[in-house]
């Protein structure tokens, strides 16, 4: 059984209010990772490409910890990604751009509530052996954050630190798995050559700078206000 906010253990509480209103000069300042996810344990969830530039993924896709908590209520949720055009030159970091709806939207485990949506942006895909990385530089991929009512209401301690944002931004990023198959030996051989694949992923989304600083300075206090209450 997931926990509100009030029914995280205190010492944890204490720790991350702490981190969250302690001044920090900007160079020391740890991105914190606010959301992880992947595939749903026992489903098909995978990402496809079509050997044409399309990079796709099934929807299938939850939350498997957030603020660092895999007891968190916005743990199960589903995350919901666009599709992808992957451009670029061989041998040289490929593009990603999103294609037609370039919303992230993260639901409840039915589908039937929406808790945060955002916009993400262009990025890159960089290539190791079988393996991608999607999204490497720490920037705000994703903008036009929004945590809807129901989202602000589920009692999350990732959303609630997300809502005390000023300028709301989340960093991006994603790891693909699986990238050889017949005709070719890496990832970069799959995409040079035109052949289609698929394989496993797993990604996060972090508060990059400058919001990091901003969130020292208003999460805390929007926490310990939430915590009161």
């Known amino acids: 059984m997931k926990s509100s906010i009030a029914n995280y253990p205190s010492s944890i509480l204490t720790v991350l209010l702490a981190a969250l209103v302690t001044p920090l000069p900007a160079e020391i300042v740890t991105p914190i990772r606010m959301i992880e996810f992947s595939p749903g344990a026992g489903s098909a969830g995978e990402w496809h490409y079509n050997g044409a530039g399309i990079l796709s993924f099934d929807q299938s896709i939850r939350v498997d910890g957030a ?24 041998g040289t970091p490929y593009l990603l751009t999103p294609l037609g709806d370039a919303r992230i939207t993260i639901k409840s485990a039915d589908g039937s509530t929406t808790y945060m949506t955002g916009t993400l942006g262009v990025g890159d895909l960089g290539t190791m052996g079988t393996m991608a990385g999607g999204y490497t530089q720490f920037q705000a991929d994703i903008t036009d954050l929004f945590i809807t009512h129901e989202g602000a209401a589920l009692g999350s301690a990732a959303l609630a630190v997300l809502g005390a944002l000023r300028e709301p931004a989340l960093d991006f990023e994603f790891a693909l798995h699986g990238g050889s198959g017949p005709g070719y030996l890496s990832f970069a051989g799959m995409l040079d050559g035109g052949y289609s694949g698929r394989g496993g992923f797993s990604g996060a989304m972090s508060v990059p700078e400058p919001a990091t600083v901003v969130l020292l300075g208003l ?7 939430r915590l009161r209450n």
């Open 219 to 225: 999460g805390g206090l929007a926490l310990r206000r």
């Open 67 to 90: 603020l660092g908590s895999n007891g968190d209520n916005l743990v199960d949720a589903q995350v919901y990604l666009p599709t992808f055009q992957i451009g670029g030159i061989p």
